[in-house]
């Protein structure tokens, strides 16, 4: 048994676990954020641009035509599990929670909340409304401009652009409509 499986068998439950994959079989209970795949395009472009992973070109056009080649790899790499073999099992077997960004953008407080009642921790609606202040956009951006070296993710990221603020919908005015097209046609929207 490695270090990191005994650290994890040693933690207190409930366990949160956040993962970008498909859940195992073996969870009892899930919960999954879904996003419009358009609005995830656009913001991982803002967030390579600021990390330095792709050439700074204003342009979306360069950014998506390599994306969704394959419609399989697309589901994978721009976040729809919730129909793919590993997960319509885990869903069999496990209580189950699905979670719009848009949702959660349109009342935090409420979703939180949602979510914090179907993980059995149900929190008093201070406590709520103060994580929702916490995580907020605004307040991540100021962190992010008093705070520029505390956050190693970000150290050799460019100062000179900010995280963009969350919103759902925004690829109607970011997104080229042939990118948004292609988008579509690999997710069937």
């Given at each position: ?5 005994r ?52 342009r979306?056009?360069k ?35 699905l ?10 407080a ?10 059995n ?12 202040e ?33 919103r759902?919908g ?20």
């Amino acid at each position: 048994m490695g270090h990191h499986q005994r650290d994890f068998d040693r933690m207190p439950r409930p366990r949160i676990i956040k993962t970008m994959s498909v859940s195992s079989a073996l969870s009892r209970v899930l919960s999954y954020i879904v996003r419009d795949p358009r609005d995830v395009v656009v913001s991982q472009y803002h967030y390579h641009r600021k990390l330095k992973k792709i050439e700074d070109d204003p342009r979306l056009k360069k950014f998506v035509t390599p994306l969704p080649c394959r419609r399989r790899r697309a589901r994978t790499v721009l976040g729809d599990k919730t129909s793919q073999p590993g997960c319509t099992r885990a869903r069999a077997n496990a209580r189950f929670l699905l979670l719009r960004y848009e949702d959660l953008l349109a009342d935090t407080a409420r979703e939180l909340a949602r979510w914090s009642h179907f993980c059995n921790f149900p929190q008093a609606r201070s406590r709520l409304a103060q994580a929702v202040e916490r995580s907020s956009a605004d307040r991540m951006r100021k962190l992010e401009k008093e705070q520029p070296d505390r956050n190693t993710l970000y150290e050799r990221s460019r100062k000179d652009l900010s995280l963009s603020a969350p919103r759902a919908g925004g690829w109607r005015s970011d997104l080229p409509a042939p990118q948004a097209a292609r988008i579509e046609a690999a997710w069937d929207t």
